[in-house]
Every structure is written in structure tokens, then in C-alpha cells.
């Protein structure tokens, strides 16, 4: 399935995920291997991010989601499923936080 299908596919899974009424905050990076291509999966699940609703911003090798639970579990559930070569793997790394007493 080409990428802009696959990125557009993505943001109506996560616009039509209910709401939890649960904030949360995360941060994670996508690592897309085995494809040659491996750069334009990642910059294409960027532009997703950005679009998703939920983005927060770009860090040093990760990004940062805030946002209802709900969407922000879909992104990522989005990015993981929907970036990559279906024969190579793709591995997150996923830190959340939500109800934290400090500002998140």
C-alpha cells in the first residue's frame, strides 16, 4: 500500500477513536529495519504525527504525544502497524505518564 494511503488511513483511525477523558503524555521513537527504504517510512510517520492531533513536538530521536488517551494510543498504535516494510520489523520504544503531579 503506498505511504500517503497508508498516512491518510492512519489519521481516520485516529480521528475516529472515542475520547477517554483521560490525559496522558508520551514519548517514544519509531525504529523502522530490514527495508532500504527505512528513512521514508519514518519521515512519512512524522508527517503523520504532526497531523494526528496529538502531536507535541520533535526531540532528539523521539517525539512527544500529549492528548486524550484514546488518540494518543491510537497514534501510536497507528504508527506501529502502518510504517515499515511487512518483511522487515518495527520496534517502538514508549515511555507514558499520566495523573503525574508534576506538569507533564
Given amino acids: 500500500v503506498p505511504l500517503d494511503e497508508r498516512k491518510r488511513a492512519a489519521l481516520g483511525a485516529v480521528r475516529s477513536t472515542p475520547s477517554t477523558d483521560q490525559a496522558v503524555a508520551?514519548?517514544?521513537?519509531?525504529?523502522?529495519?530490514?527495508?532500504?527504504?527505512?528513512?521514508?517510512?519514518?519521515?512519512?510517520?512524522i508527517d503523520f504525527l504532526k497531523q494526528s492531533g496529538v502531536f507535541d513536538r520533535s526531540k532528539n530521536f523521539c517525539t512527544r504525544l500529549r492528548g486524550d488517551a484514546g488518540a494518543v494510543f491510537a497514534t501510536l498504535n497507528e504508527a506501529f502497524c502502518r510504517f515499515?516494510?511487512?518483511?522487515?520489523?518495527?520496534?517502538?520504544?514508549?515511555?507514558?505518564?499520566?495523573?503525574?503531579?508534576?506538569a507533564v
Wanted: aromatic share 8%; with cysteine.
Fill in 26 to 45: 508520551a514519548q517514544f521513537s519509531l525504529y523502522v529495519m530490514g527495508t532500504g527504504d527505512h528513512m521514508d517510512e519514518i519521515y512519512g510517520c
Fill in 84 to 102: 515499515g516494510s511487512g518483511a522487515g520489523h518495527v520496534t517502538l520504544d514508549i515511555t507514558i505518564s499520566a495523573n503525574s503531579p508534576t
